[in-house]
């Protein structure tokens, strides 16, 4: 009786009987008997936000005695599992690190100068320290809300003009997922400009940038031909849609490729090359030399190893192709003040739009590494980069005087950083290699028995010391003594670089710690992260994420492994995947698990096209229907139709449930050509499907699979598992259910877990294969990222969340995720409609509130609420997804009590403004919602012509103090002014501080 008193008492006045219920409770709890040695606070009670008592009185509002009995009432009997995962028991946080750093110490550091488009760095330790590690900097969301992201995003408009200065072209997206992907993004983008099926593709490129390449395109029916000489092309055909080269190629050779360009550009054939950004501190650019489009990976300017990843593939293009680039773009824009403001342009989130006519499905970038790589160049500058380039650039010109000298033959003539040996027949590979073991140094072997060196940011002279012992020749201080050496470098040749770079001034003022801490400081103030409120984008899951958990991401066991260092140097991070792997399928009811997918989008292609290759060895080749509903996520018809699959459409009831009736028409109509079903569960409405068993079921009896898409499986693990209800193959959101953080739109990873019969087809790689374990039994379809484990850096985040949670924790997570949605929904009820219940009349782990009549009565639309939530703190939930004039709202597990209650006090003050605009009290026009967020300038300002006060405009309610006020620093944004005028770098600085 004393709790429901006192949450009645809460909604009449929020701040004081809030505490007042929670000190009650504190109080008149009996004690627990005096415990000398009481156990350590388990890590399940630090992530699930709600204190016991708290969920106490949240069931009690919703009518419920426990969370089991909300369980059975939420989740379809049919499909609740019934025990406990088999996963260990919880491990503290303290006891997590040392296993963690013992599993890491089996890794083995070795010397790595084995290139291939990796490589060893100086990440600064101030840069580490502030963005890598800092959640001010990790957790925010993607900028869709850009008056709270500015700092973000003026980061990621420094990376577009780094990028887009190094490579002398017009303009440069935020980041793609990684080399290979931006390749095959480029390539793609080029039969789309000009509607040719071929592509000529040097053999020069890395042979995992080619492999993804030829996956990509075999599933679009477009031609690859693989070329020694790609000057041997036939360009007078004018069939040949793109040309893709290196530079420098994958052996190290620099080479003038200008003639070639224009010639293929002469038959209307775009040219795209892979480049290297620190080398092009030193060389001529790609645009000076021809190139429609440029990309690669800015991974060697401040980002770790990693084992693979993550790091920020860069993508550039000429002007004329900026409106079919794919990914994210940062433009600048202007606020309602006429201030310059910066935000997304043009095409981000276009797959939603445009399903499968999608140019892309890219959903996540890599923006906390994009950032860390535009700070890297902004505390460098240009002379810095050109200064480290330089010292690379030497180092290698040693080394290859000092090899030629002991009679080994150098296969680059010109070269930036890397070396093709061929070496004699006295002192072969073999002995190269036997000697370079001695050192505990890796090198690439070519399989004709040359020797690859790639020289980085991190060799020293005595590095080169002991590469020339490895080649049998003369010390350094030897080699140093002949000037003719210099006579091959860079700088000395027409390849060489005359044209300025980075001249902003953002990247020449801030080369001191103190000046570059500074600006880091002051871009994150400029942003809402996990650090300052609840951020309750549905179908985002914005949880936690742990100190505890992010902490092995920086140990160095972990930063310094190459992706293609020797198995046995790795075997830490084998074990870790081993692990992770066995837990999630003990999580989702499969059989094996991919690493290789670091997206969610990804992740669907990667298990659509996984699918398709299984059809296509069983004999059925004309499978090719893939069923998608209508409220399914955006990327999922996009994925299908790159997958190369034909999307048909299943409706969906009013309710959101998909439509049986139709589904049975469906599959019966295409029984021969089906290949898979997507489906999303819980749906993209928030409910819990009654029939999805027999949804699968109906699909498997007409020959299909059934592919789900793990977006909502923070509604599911513990209660129900896919692969036990009938799906053969989903994607899992590490960075949502499992706690990697969204790193201001990426990374992310999107592993796929799939039934037994679908293990053989999981992706592959060319030079480290994720399924050598099967031997011939393997039927890859191909590769869908460069690296073999994709994100492998970021893996340790997922993998500790779950052993510090125990299969008990993670089900009372999801449990709470359950009851903190259905606490929301009916405490904003009678002031906003849920729209979508299941039929006991509760939602999953998220909601959809209605709002679509503001518009009518008030002229408000989602982005006014949106907007107006800035001025008290908080992000926006999902705007207008999956239905138009929608907001979609989850609270996840790890929001507690009182910041839900603030939050639902936001709305619920936010719906009594809407009402004085209803009843006449406020102008349409002129009211708080349509002149959100109210920045401290604009309050503060001596001229104040609202119809409202200033106090109503930035402390709306009593929670919002001055102490704990978040001040947006722009005004609301022009969107349309942006796209108008779109300016995608830095602009001219005209009283810069």
């Given at each position: 009786?004393?709790?429901?008193?006192?949450?009645?008492?809460?909604?009449?006045?929020?701040?004081?009987?809030?505490?007042?219920?929670?000190?009650?409770?504190?109080?008149?709890?009996?004690?627990?008997?005096?415990?000398?040695?009481?156990?350590?606070?388990?890590?399940?009670?630090?992530?699930?936000?709600?204190?016991?008592?708290?969920?106490?009185?949240?069931?009690?509002?919703?009518?419920?005695?426990?969370?089991?009995?909300?369980?059975?009432?939420?989740?379809?009997?049919?499909?609740?599992?019934?025990?406990?995962?088999?996963?260990?028991?919880?491990?503290?946080?303290?006891?997590?690190?040392?296993?963690?750093?013992?599993?890491?110490?089996?890794?083995?550091?070795?010397?790595?100068?084995?290139?291939?488009?990796?490589?060893?760095?100086?990440?600064?330790?101030?840069?580490?320290?502030?963005?890598?590690?800092?959640?001010?900097?990790?957790?925010?969301?993607?900028?869709?809300?850009?008056?709270?992201?500015?700092?973000?995003?003026?980061?990621?408009?420094?990376?577009?003009?780094?990028?887009?200065?190094?490579?002398?072209?017009?303009?440069?997206?935020?980041?793609?997922?990684?080399?290979?992907?931006?390749?095959?993004?480029?390539?793609?983008?080029?039969?789309?400009?000009?509607?040719?099926?071929?592509?000529?593709?040097?053999?020069?490129?890395?042979?995992?940038?080619?492999?993804?390449?030829?996956?990509?395109?075999?599933?679009?029916?477009?031609?690859?031909?693989?070329?020694?000489?790609?000057?041997?092309?036939?360009?007078?055909?004018?069939?040949?849609?793109?040309?893709?080269?290196?530079?420098?190629?994958?052996?190290?050779?620099?080479?003038?490729?200008?003639?070639?360009?224009?010639?293929?550009?002469?038959?209307?054939?775009?040219?795209?090359?892979?480049?290297?950004?620190?080398?092009?501190?030193?060389?001529?650019?790609?645009?000076?030399?021809?190139?429609?489009?440029?990309?690669?990976?800015?991974?060697?300017?401040?980002?770790?190893?990693?084992?693979?990843?993550?790091?920020?593939?860069?993508?550039?293009?000429?002007?004329?192709?900026?409106?079919?680039?794919?990914?994210?773009?940062?433009?600048?824009?202007?606020?309602?003040?006429?201030?310059?403001?910066?935000?997304?342009?043009?095409?981000?989130?276009?797959?939603?739009?445009?399903?499968?006519?999608?140019?892309?499905?890219?959903?996540?970038?890599?923006?906390?590494?994009?950032?860390?790589?535009?700070?890297?160049?902004?505390?460098?500058?240009?002379?810095?980069?050109?200064?480290?380039?330089?010292?690379?650039?030497?180092?290698?010109?040693?080394?290859?005087?000092?090899?030629?000298?002991?009679?080994?033959?150098?296969?680059?003539?010109?070269?930036?950083?890397?070396?093709?040996?061929?070496?004699?027949?006295?002192?072969?590979?073999?002995?190269?290699?036997?000697?370079?073991?001695?050192?505990?140094?890796?090198?690439?072997?070519?399989?004709?028995?040359?020797?690859?060196?790639?020289?980085?940011?991190?060799?020293?002279?005595?590095?080169?010391?002991?590469?020339?012992?490895?080649?049998?020749?003369?010390?350094?201080?030897?080699?140093?003594?002949?000037?003719?050496?210099?006579?091959?470098?860079?700088?000395?040749?027409?390849?060489?670089?005359?044209?300025?770079?980075?001249?902003?001034?953002?990247?020449?003022?801030?080369?001191?710690?103190?000046?570059?801490?500074?600006?880091?400081?002051?871009?994150?103030?400029?942003?809402?992260?996990?650090?300052?409120?609840?951020?309750?984008?549905?179908?985002?899951?914005?949880?936690?994420?742990?100190?505890?958990?992010?902490?092995?991401?920086?140990?160095?066991?972990?930063?310094?492994?190459?992706?293609?260092?020797?198995?046995?140097?790795?075997?830490?991070?084998?074990?870790?995947?081993?692990?992770?792997?066995?837990?999630?399928?003990?999580?989702?009811?499969?059989?094996?698990?991919?690493?290789?997918?670091?997206?969610?989008?990804?992740?669907?292609?990667?298990?659509?096209?996984?699918?398709?290759?299984?059809?296509?060895?069983?004999?059925?080749?004309?499978?090719?229907?893939?069923?998608?509903?209508?409220?399914?996520?955006?990327?999922?018809?996009?994925?299908?139709?790159?997958?190369?699959?034909?999307?048909?459409?299943?409706?969906?009831?009013?309710?959101?449930?998909?439509?049986?009736?139709?589904?049975?028409?469906?599959?019966?109509?295409?029984?021969?050509?089906?290949?898979?079903?997507?489906?999303?569960?819980?749906?993209?409405?928030?409910?819990?499907?009654?029939?999805?068993?027999?949804?699968?079921?109906?699909?498997?009896?007409?020959?299909?699979?059934?592919?789900?898409?793990?977006?909502?499986?923070?509604?599911?693990?513990?209660?129900?598992?896919?692969?036990?209800?009938?799906?053969?193959?989903?994607?899992?959101?590490?960075?949502?259910?499992?706690?990697i953080p969204h790193g201001g739109g990426g990374p992310g990873m999107g592993p796929i877990g799939v039934k037994a019969h679908l293990a053989p087809f999981l992706p592959s790689h060319p030079v480290v294969d994720p399924l050598?374990?099967?031997?011939?039994?393997?039927?890859?379809?191909?590769?869908?990222?460069?690296?073999?484990?994709?994100?492998?850096?970021?893996?340790?985040?997922?993998?500790?969340?779950?052993?510090?949670?125990?299969?008990?924790?993670?089900?009372?997570?999801?449990?709470?995720?359950?009851?903190?949605?259905?606490?929301?929904?009916?405490?904003?009820?009678?002031?906003?409609?849920?729209?979508?219940?299941?039929?006991?009349?509760?939602?999953?782990?998220?909601?959809?509130?209605?709002?679509?009549?503001?518009?009518?009565?008030?002229?408000?639309?989602?982005?006014?609420?949106?907007?107006?939530?800035?001025?008290?703190?908080?992000?926006?939930?999902?705007?207008?997804?999956?239905?138009?004039?929608?907001?979609?709202?989850?609270?996840?597990?790890?929001?507690?009590?009182?910041?839900?209650?603030?939050?639902?006090?936001?709305?619920?003050?936010?719906?009594?403004?809407?009402?004085?605009?209803?009843?006449?009290?406020?102008?349409?026009?002129?009211?708080?919602?349509?002149?959100?967020?109210?920045?401290?300038?604009?309050?503060?300002?001596?001229?104040?012509?609202?119809?409202?006060?200033?106090?109503?405009?930035?402390?709306?309610?009593?929670?919002?103090?001055?102490?704990?006020?978040?001040?947006?620093?722009?005004?609301?944004?022009?969107?349309?002014?942006g796209d108008k005028h779109l300016v995608c770098t830095c602009p001219p600085v005209i009283d810069d501080f």
């Open positions: 009786m004393f709790r429901l008193i006192a949450h009645k008492c809460a909604r009449k006045n929020y701040l004081n009987n809030n505490i007042f219920k929670n000190v009650k409770r504190c109080v008149t709890q009996s004690p627990k008997s005096e415990n000398l040695f009481p156990e350590r606070v388990d890590f399940p009670s630090r992530h699930i936000g709600p204190r016991d008592h708290d969920v106490v009185t949240m069931l009690d509002l919703l009518g419920y005695k426990s969370l089991d009995q909300l369980t059975d009432d939420a989740v379809p009997k049919q499909i609740q599992f019934q025990g406990l995962m088999d996963i260990n028991e919880p491990i503290s946080e303290y006891d997590l690190i040392d296993r963690a750093r013992g599993i890491a110490e089996k890794n083995q550091i070795w010397r790595s100068y084995i290139g291939m488009g990796y490589h060893n760095c100086c990440v600064p330790h101030s840069i580490m320290r502030n963005m890598f590690e800092n959640p001010g900097w990790t957790t925010q969301y993607t900028p869709y809300q850009p008056e709270i992201a500015q700092g973000r995003l003026e980061s990621l408009l420094n990376y577009q003009t780094m990028v887009s200065d190094m490579t002398g072209l017009d303009v440069a997206n935020a980041s793609l997922l990684d080399e290979g992907t931006a390749a095959a993004e480029a390539l793609s983008l080029c039969h789309r400009h000009n509607k040719r099926m071929k592509f000529v593709v040097s053999e020069r490129i890395h042979p995992q940038t080619l492999a993804v390449v030829q996956t990509r395109l075999d599933a679009l029916g477009l031609d690859v031909k693989v070329m020694t000489d790609v000057r041997e092309a036939d360009f007078a055909q004018r069939d040949i849609s793109a040309v893709l080269l290196q530079c420098p190629d994958t052996r190290g050779l620099v080479y003038d490729y200008s003639g070639l360009a224009a010639a293929a550009q002469e038959h209307g054939t775009l040219v795209v090359v892979a480049t290297d950004l620190l080398a092009l501190a030193l060389l001529r650019p790609p645009a000076e030399c021809g190139a429609n489009l440029a990309v690669g990976t800015s991974q060697r300017l401040g980002v770790p190893l990693g084992y693979g990843g993550p790091h920020a593939g860069f993508f550039a293009a000429e002007h004329a192709l900026v409106r079919m680039m794919p990914g994210r773009m940062v433009g600048v824009t202007r606020d309602a003040a006429g201030r310059d403001a910066y935000r997304l342009a043009l095409q981000t989130r276009e797959q939603h739009i445009r399903r499968d006519k999608a140019t892309s499905n890219i959903c996540t970038a890599q923006a906390l590494l994009a950032n860390m790589s535009a700070m890297f160049a902004v505390y460098h500058g240009p002379q810095g980069l050109r200064d480290i380039a330089t010292r690379v650039h030497n180092a290698a010109l040693v080394l290859d005087y000092g090899i030629r000298q002991r009679g080994h033959k150098q296969s680059n003539e010109v070269y930036f950083d890397t070396l093709h040996v061929v070496p004699t027949a006295d002192h072969d590979a073999n002995a190269i290699k036997a000697r370079a073991q001695e050192k505990k140094i890796n090198l690439r072997y070519f399989k004709d028995g040359a020797v690859g060196v790639a020289l980085d940011e991190t060799t020293t002279m005595q590095d080169v010391d002991d590469l020339l012992w490895i080649f049998d020749g003369e010390k350094v201080d030897e080699v140093v003594k002949n000037d003719a050496l210099r006579s091959r470098s860079l700088l000395k040749g027409p390849f060489r670089r005359t044209s300025p770079y980075l001249t902003h001034p953002v990247f020449n003022m801030h080369h001191s710690e103190s000046k570059i801490v500074r600006y880091m400081k002051r871009l994150e103030n400029k942003d809402i992260s996990l650090v300052h409120s609840m951020i309750p984008l549905g179908s985002c899951t914005m949880k936690l994420n742990s100190t505890t958990e992010m902490m092995p991401c920086s140990f160095k066991h972990f930063t310094d492994i190459h992706p293609f260092a020797p198995l046995e140097q790795c075997q830490g991070y084998h074990t870790l995947f081993a692990e992770l792997a066995q837990d999630l399928c003990a999580v989702t009811g499969y059989d094996r698990v991919s690493f290789q997918p670091n997206s969610g989008a990804q992740g669907e292609y990667a298990g659509l096209r996984t699918i398709k290759r299984y059809h296509e060895f069983r004999g059925d080749t004309g499978r090719n229907i893939c069923l998608i509903p209508v409220s399914a996520h955006g990327t999922n018809p996009a994925s299908a139709h790159m997958a190369g699959m034909r999307v048909c459409a299943i409706r969906v009831t009013a309710n959101g449930d998909i439509d049986m009736d139709h589904l049975k028409d469906m599959v019966e109509q295409h029984s021969s050509q089906l290949s898979c079903l997507m489906l999303t569960y819980p749906s993209t409405f928030g409910v819990f499907e009654e029939r999805a068993a027999d949804v699968c079921a109906l699909v498997h009896a007409h020959g299909g699979q059934v592919y789900l898409d793990g977006a909502n499986m923070n509604a599911q693990v513990g209660l129900c598992r896919p692969g036990d209800y009938g799906s053969d193959v989903s994607h899992l959101n590490l960075h949502k259910t499992f706690c050598a374990d099967l031997g011939d039994a393997a039927h890859s379809f191909g590769s869908v990222s460069a690296a073999p484990f994709g994100s492998s850096a970021i893996l340790p985040i997922s993998w500790a969340y779950i052993k510090m949670m125990g299969p008990k924790g993670l089900r009372k997570a999801t449990q709470v995720a359950i009851l903190n949605a259905n606490y929301m929904s009916r405490r904003l009820d009678g002031h906003y409609k849920t729209l979508y219940k299941g039929e006991r009349g509760l939602v999953a782990h998220e909601f959809i509130i209605d709002v679509r009549d503001l518009k009518k009565t008030a002229n408000i639309e989602p982005g006014d609420i949106a907007k107006r939530l800035m001025d008290f703190g908080f992000h926006a939930p999902t705007m207008s997804w999956p239905v138009a004039g929608t907001l979609m709202i989850e609270p996840t597990e790890s929001e507690d009590l009182q910041e839900i209650d603030r939050f639902c006090e936001a709305l619920i003050a936010i719906r009594k403004e809407i009402k004085d605009i209803e009843d006449g009290v406020m102008d349409k026009r002129l009211n708080p919602l349509k002149m959100a967020p109210h920045t401290q300038e604009e309050v503060i300002t001596e001229e104040w012509n609202r119809p409202y006060t200033r106090e109503q405009a930035a402390f709306p309610v009593p929670y919002v103090k001055g102490e704990t006020k978040i001040w947006p620093t722009v005004s609301r944004i022009d969107d349309m002014y």
